[in-house]
């Protein structure tokens, strides 16, 4: 049985897309699975989170451990690429926990992609067949991707051309449901797919909630707001992630006694809802 591909896309910035992704990773590896993080967004968020280290991560991006030397290598210069190379191991969230496979860009995977963009044919396929070429499907039980907000349509259009599933979170904010709903309305025009093809990927997921306030009691007006506006059938998630400093906390010496078990019980059901949703 071949591993599953899950991104993580977003209208807005800010809205916790990275933590999801890693923290995903890590329950998701605690049960058992082998698990890839690669990080398309080339603020390098997703890395910093896992590898915690400047100098360390100046260090890969100088040996060219990179996702930008892979595109470099496969789609400039056709050579095979071997996953082994540019793969980097960290325990994560902390020292203690297991380990998790993490593929890192850099700050030229902006160029590298704009200049393949213009000169490439089907384009719109360059993350999958890295992918491919990599093996991941056959290496991996699940591979996460995360990539940068919706204003850059390019790297919206590889992610969804590239996975099975894909998460989009926003907060409990009218400027947030509407940025959604009008991302989620163009991605069919943008990649070229039909509706269906698109929205049965999508699961919306309400993050950063504040308990007990005005925005929170409004989540099913959003919900029902953004199938009537998009796709009637769009799923969102039941589980509901709350607004908590532990989640940034986890893993680093400001970690509190409660907050790895504040985050695990805020994430479990997630966690179970992601488990039923992906493909078998």
């Known amino acids: 049985m071949s591993g599953k591909v899950l991104g993580l896309l977003s209208a807005p910035g800010g809205v916790g897309k990275t933590t999801i992704a890693a923290t995903l990773g890590w329950f998701?590896?605690?049960s058992g699975k082998k698990v890839l993080l690669i990080d398309m967004d080339p603020s390098i968020s997703l890395s910093w989170l896992v590898i915690r280290d400047d100098f360390e991560l100046m260090d890969y991006e100088e040996r060219g451990k990179t996702l930008t030397r892979i595109?470099?290598?496969k789609f400039e210069m056709e050579k095979r690429v071997d996953l082994k190379d540019f793969l980097i191991t960290k325990r994560y969230p902390s020292d203690r926990d297991l380990p998790i496979d993490l593929i890192i860009p850099d700050l030229k995977f902006t160029n590298i992609v704009d200049s393949l963009w213009v000169n490439r044919a089907r384009r719109e396929m360059m993350l999958r067949d890295v992918l491919e070429e990599l093996d991941v499907r056959e290496k991996y039980d699940l591979t996460i991707i995360d990539t940068i907000p919706f204003f850059d349509r390019k790297y919206s259009i590889l992610l969804t051309y590239a996975v099975d599933r894909m998460i989009v979170p926003l907060r409990?904010?009218?400027?947030?449901v509407y940025r959604t709903q009008t991302m989620l309305r163009e991605l069919p025009r943008a990649t070229a797919l039909k509706d269906?093809?698109?929205y049965g990927k999508i699961g919306i997921l309400f993050n950063m909630v504040r308990a007990n306030t005005k925005q929170a009691r409004n989540i099913g007006t959003y919900t029902d707001l953004i199938r009537r506006k998009v796709y009637a059938e769009l799923k969102v998630f039941e589980t509901v992630i709350p607004y908590y400093v532990s989640f940034s906390r986890i893993g680093t010496e400001e970690e509190q006694s409660g907050d790895r078990e504040k985050v695990r019980?805020?994430?479990e059901a997630l966690f179970k809802e992601v488990s039923e949703w992906i493909p078998s």
């Not at 409990?172 to 947030?176: E, V």
């Open 196 to 198: 269906e093809e698109i």
């Open 28 to 30: 998701f590896r605690e």
């Open 265 to 267: 019980k805020s994430v």
């Open 172 to 176: 409990p904010a009218i400027i947030d």
């Open 71 to 73: 595109f470099q290598l």
